[in-house]
Nanobody, 123 residues
Framework: QVQLVESGGGLVQAGGSLRLSCAASGRTFSSYYMAWFRQAPGEERDFVAGISRDDGSTYYTDSVKGRFTISRDNAKNTTYLQMSSLKPEDTAVYYC????????????????WGQGTQVTVSS
């Protein structure tokens, strides 16, 4: 079992930056594939970025490539999402997720979820 707690969301103007954090507790953090998803009102919860548990390989959905960076610090049991050049269409609740798989990109492949943190980008 692992518990995930996100922080760092807020209101930012278009073009601005935010860094989200996801603190994990419970079983060994380094054994999980970690990811960020987001869900806008009336929309599905979609994959944003993922990072492997061993070699740090990262994966991004096309709409955030070059603007968002996912990272992890296994010593601090924390995953981060650095978001830059934010756009109004990035507005959503952002969720941290952990998977027991080597790699996972769809919602049903994740075993644990945080409660979410709201990101609002004003135009």
């Amino acid at each position: 079992q692992v518990q995930l707690v996100e922080s760092g969301g807020g209101l930012v103007q278009a073009g601005g930056s935010l860094r989200l954090s996801c603190a994990a507790s419970g079983r060994t953090f380094s054994s999980y594939y970690m990811a960020w998803f987001r869900q806008a009102p009336g929309e599905e919860r979609d994959f944003v970025a993922g990072i492997s548990r061993d070699d740090g390989s990262t994966y991004y959905t096309d709409s955030v490539k070059g603007r968002f960076t996912i990272s992890r610090d296994n010593a601090k049991n924390t995953t981060y999402l650095q978001m830059s050049s934010l756009k109004p269409e990035d507005t959503a609740v952002y969720y941290c997720a952990a998977s027991n798989r080597l790699r996972a990109s769809i919602r049903r492949e994740y075993d644990y979820w945080g409660q979410g943190t709201q990101v609002t980008v004003s135009s």
